[in-house]
């Protein structure tokens, strides 16, 4: 089990306010991960890190932009040098917008392209300039079944889930001559927030359940074990890997 411990080390979650980045910070915490929780919305992660202290987690939050790149080193930088190292990054805030593509609005594509594509090298870039001098670190991306496939409506989603999963293999080859391990998780569906009204749509939700081999929706602690693998010793030697969790859709025709 040392090869999964991650006592002693802090991970700072991007978008953890709530679903997916709440539940891998969770997972993260109960295999003994200190917690840096951001989001943009105060109130929304302060409430997110007031239950996961409630579960016995330590946590602080460090609320801002990832779409900014100078708050974000800010930030990051003022983390460091108040409250120690960074061991971890994961890299979850994401978003979607869906529309027929020939009528997709230009500012959403933007903001797309910079909420899940930008972020990951503003938030990446500031923390690993303190991770080199270290010579170790973890960071983890979020992609998306998307980024190897696609579906009607979110064209520029896939565009962006695509890049942020060769941008992984980018920062594995500058990085991990300097110690760092640079990987991501390509999640399938799973049940959300977002996702309620897929969710409760009874037709999407069979169709899914036929497409995907495992037969079901994933549930965001599915994605606990890939996520603690990453951020642990026991990928000390995996870099530059997108692990697809996705009940095998993937997999099949």
């Not at 930088?77 to 994401?94: F, K, R, S, T």
Request: hydrophobic share 45%.
């Amino acid at each position: 089990m040392q090869l999964f411990d991650l006592g002693g080390r802090t991970a700072l979650v991007t978008g953890s306010s709530t679903g997916i980045g709440f539940s891998l910070a969770r997972g993260l915490a109960a295999h003994g991960a200190r917690l840096v929780l951001n989001g943009r919305n105060r109130e929304k992660l302060a409430a997110a890190a007031e239950a996961l202290r409630g579960e016995g987690a330590e946590v602080r939050e460090l609320p801002f932009d990832v779409t900014d790149g100078a708050a974000a080193a800010a930030a990051i930088d003022g983390h460091e040098a108040a409250q120690g190292p960074i061991d971890i990054l994961v890299n979850n805030a994401g978003m979607t917008h869906r529309s027929p593509l020939e009528d997709f609005p230009p500012e959403q594509f933007d903001r797309i392209m910079a909420t899940n594509v930008a972020s990951i090298f503003h938030v990446s870039r500031a923390v690993a300039r303190h991770m080199i001098p270290r010579g170790r670190g973890k960071m983890i991306n979020i992609a998306s079944v998307q980024s190897a496939l696609s579906r009607p409506g979110i064209a520029p989603y896939c565009a962006s889930k695509g890049a942020v999963a060769n941008f992984t293999k980018g920062m594995a080859t500058d990085w991990a001559p300097k110690g760092l391990n640079c990987n991501a998780i390509a999640p399938g569906y799973f049940e959300t927030e977002l996702t309620a009204p897929l969710v409760a749509d009874a037709e999407f939700s069979g169709w899914l359940r036929k497409r995907t081999p495992a037969g079901r929706w994933g549930k965001v602690e599915d994605l606990t074990g890939a996520c603690v693998f990453l951020a642990s010793p026991a990928s000390d030697f995996v870099n530059g890997h997108v692990l697809y969790v996705d009940g095998g859709i993937t997999a099949c025709l």
